[in-house]
């Protein structure tokens, strides 16, 4: 937990950040423990890792041309329902890990995003303000994404969007009431100091709650998932020429509210 930019060890009360945590009303015993006070938990040792803040999602459900000068900068039209596909849960890793460049790969790229975390189980909601209250919080992410894999070696999405390292998450979830406008946040990206991304969520197409209410429709979403909700202009894929990520590069992204990333580019 953090509070006042300090880490906080929670481990005593709670297993961790998951589907039971969710499900079991952690977030009310969590804010039950901070009207008590913190100041009997113990730090966390600053030289310690930092995690993704979901420990492992049960599912990580993306959205794909969610913003309206990406589509335009891949030549796509604006789709008139959300494009769904998904990521492997265990490409989740913490926000500040490596991302490791697969052996194979020719053109993996970057994709800032905000992630949307599942409170409660959902299934059938019944609409699009209701569905806001199956909204836990948020987060940042960085989708990255294989394109060569993506586009070019047959099948969907999902073989470029799932390898190892390929969803850091975090560093932390902001619960819903401090985000009172998810629609209307800053968010950066940049590589090597260059920046790259830069744009608002309130350029989405389907917003947060939408896209909760519609997924519904065809799945249950469950306590502890994530749903990652498309990526501004400005990827690799998009430049003139492409400029995809290599070993050594720096990407380093920003969301108003959620904290900062800050990843190294590695052979895997």
Known sequence: MLVAGRRKDCSAAFRDWDREFF???????????LATGVDALPDVPPEARWGAPIARPGKVVCI???YRDHAAETGAALP?????FMKAANATVGPYDNVLIPRLSEKTDYEIELAVVIGRDARYVGSVEEASSYIAGYALANDVSERHFQKERG????????????FPLGPFVATSDEIPDPLNLSMRLTVN???????????????????VHYLSQFMTLEAGDVISTGTPAGVGLGRKPPEYLKAGDVMELAIEGLGEQRQVCADA
């Open 23 to 33: 499900r079991g009303g952690g977030l009310a015993q969590l804010r039950e423990l």
């Open 80 to 84: 008139t329902e959300p494009l769904v």
């Open 193 to 211: 100091g260059q920046t790259r991304q830069t744009a608002s969520t309130g350029q989405m197409v389907f917003g947060p709650a939408v896209l």
């Open 155 to 166: 099948g969907q999405m999902t073989k470029g969007k799932s390898c190892d390292t390929f």
């Open 64 to 66: 794909g041309l969610n």
